[in-house]
């Protein structure tokens, strides 16, 4: 077992710079072919996003198993030993990426982080979500912001992303995909500057489904330009995304619908 540091941050302050040295260091590491998986240490208020970020540019056979802990190390109960034990038995049975925490072994594609105290701290609520790798790419991550619908949401944020040179944004509507007609215009002006929206739920288990109109619903906002997301949730949402446009990928629709 050899260890390595990529780095030493807080998880809740991690770029998608940082996490991409993540993703460098796990290809590093398996280029040896004597390695026979890779366990990844991790805070857990971005492992979900990190660990969606592996597996967009995974193609290899091994595993790659990310695990944490809810407390400390210096805890007298603290749940660390066991989630790196899981993991490092994960590491060399398993295969693609995957978290190991709280006694389950779940896919990173979907995983959410479902409690902010208890040790079974993941979970994957609508199950395996389809794979599709991406190619590496290079260049400056683009900015990728996250706006949450509430009742009567207006446009305003929708609106500040864009002023403040957001190449993509995430929103996260009511229910199946929903929101007001305020925000269908904001998404329609967002477009025609040439700003990507993708559309999620704030609901915790279940897709996007585009179907209501009303003026604010779903429907509407795919119409004015917002991409679903199918089944992804905003934080790997936003990983996704960024990503896609990072790569330069002309159609978001077809990668979200291959991944959703």
Do not use: I
Request: some cysteine.
């Amino acid at each position: 077992m050899r260890v390595v540091e990529a780095l030493r941050v807080d998880s809740s302050t991690l770029t998608l710079d940082d996490a991409w040295t993540v993703v460098t260091r796990v290809h590093a590491a398996l280029a040896d072919p004597g390695v026979a998986g890779v366990v990844v240490l991790h805070g857990t208020d971005s492992l979900a996003e990190t660990a969606y970020l592996l597996d967009l540019h995974h193609a290899d056979a091994r595993a790659v198993v990310l695990t944490g802990s809810q407390r400390t190390s210096d805890h007298a109960e603290t749940d660390a030993p066991a989630n790196v034990l899981a993991a490092l038995r994960t590491a060399v049975t398993g295969s693609g990426v995957l978290v190991a925490f709280g006694g389950r072994v779940l896919p990173a594609a979907g995983v959410v982080k479902r409690h902010t105290t208890d040790l079974d701290a993941f979970a994957a609520p609508d199950g395996p979500l389809p794979r599709a790798v991406l190619p590496a790419a290079d260049g400056p991550w683009p900015r990728v912001d996250v706006v949450t619908a509430h009742p009567g949401v207006d446009g305003v944020l929708l609106d500040a992303c864009v002023a403040a040179g957001a190449g993509g944004v995430v929103l996260e509507g009511l229910g199946s995909g929903n929101a007001t007609p305020a925000v269908v215009a904001a998404v329609a002006r967002a477009r025609a500057a040439g700003v990507a929206v993708v559309l999620t739920t704030r609901v915790p288990a279940g897709p996007v489904a585009t179907t209501y109109g009303d003026g604010g619903g779903g429907a509407d906002l795919a119409a004015a330009g917002a991409v679903p997301a199918g089944r992804l949730k905003a934080g790997q949402a936003r990983v996704l995304l960024a990503a896609l446009l990072r790569a330069g990928a002309g159609d978001l629709a077809a990668g979200f619908a291959a991944r959703g």
